[in-house]
């Protein structure tokens, strides 16, 4: 157990149907990030926060993709609308300030499956 | 072209064998690089960093070449245990990290 809980762990939704996950950081880490992983690839990168910011987001997250940082502690990812490629394991991970990628933890996913 | 390229594999090896995995990344600028290991259907976990200089760890030696761009990853005496997708892995700009494909080692008895 890294600190970073994520929940929840398994998701089976209907096409068309709304999801959301959450994602509870190490508490003081201020560094969180959201990947997906599809079967076959490696993580990719999803968005990113610093705090309550919504600093950057990838290509892959398209209009229906939502995230929030509320107060700088939990996240959430909604995903409206849900398509079968949509299909993956959602990754959230949490980093201190200043850390790198040795500093990085990550919780054991939230898989979803899109039927 | 993907940022981090590996070779999926599958290696197939037999316990004890020694077994090296390649990675190639573009965009010079990162200056962290990582081999992670991940079980089937669970989180990355971190293998270790890896430096200009070498690094090593028991039986494994992780190996960086910035004027080839170029990651490797030495498994000596492989395990049962070693059975895994090993994913190479860049620090990006923003304290992100760029993940590899993965490539998927089995070692057999």
């Known amino acids: 157990d890294t600190g970073v809980s994520q929940n929840p762990r398994h998701k089976i939704t209907k096409r068309g149907q709304n999801v959301t996950f959450r994602c509870d950081p190490i508490s003081e880490h201020n560094r969180l990030y959201w990947y997906r992983q599809t079967l076959g690839q490696g993580p990719e990168f999803l968005t990113y926060f610093q705090n309550e910011a919504q600093l950057e987001k990838s290509r892959l997250l398209s209009d229906r993709f939502s995230a929030e940082r509320p107060k700088g502690s939990f996240s959430t990812l909604e995903i409206q609308r849900t398509e079968q490629g949509d299909s993956a394991m959602y990754l959230c991970?949490?980093?201190?300030?200043?850390?790198?990628?040795?500093?990085?933890?990550f919780g054991e996913g939230s898989w979803l499956t899109v039927v | 072209r993907k940022e981090v390229e590996q070779d999926p594999g599958p290696f197939n090896v037999p316990e004890g064998a020694t077994v090296a995995f390649n990675c190639t990344y573009s965009n010079s600028a990162s200056q962290s690089f990582f081999w992670y290991r991940q079980d089937c259907r669970k989180e990355p976990k971190l293998l270790m960093s890896v430096y200009s200089s070498g690094n090593e760890d028991g039986r494994f030696t992780a190996q960086l070449n910035r004027a080839s761009q170029y990651i490797s990853l030495l498994i000596r005496d492989s395990k049962l245990s070693d059975s895994a997708t090993y994913l190479c892995?860049?620090?990006?700009?923003?304290?992100?990290?760029?993940f590899g494909k993965g490539t998927k080692l089995s070692v057999k008895p």
């Open positions: 892995v860049k620090g990006g700009s923003q304290g992100n990290l760029i």
């Open positions: 991970a949490s980093i201190p300030s200043g850390g790198i990628g040795n500093t990085i933890y």
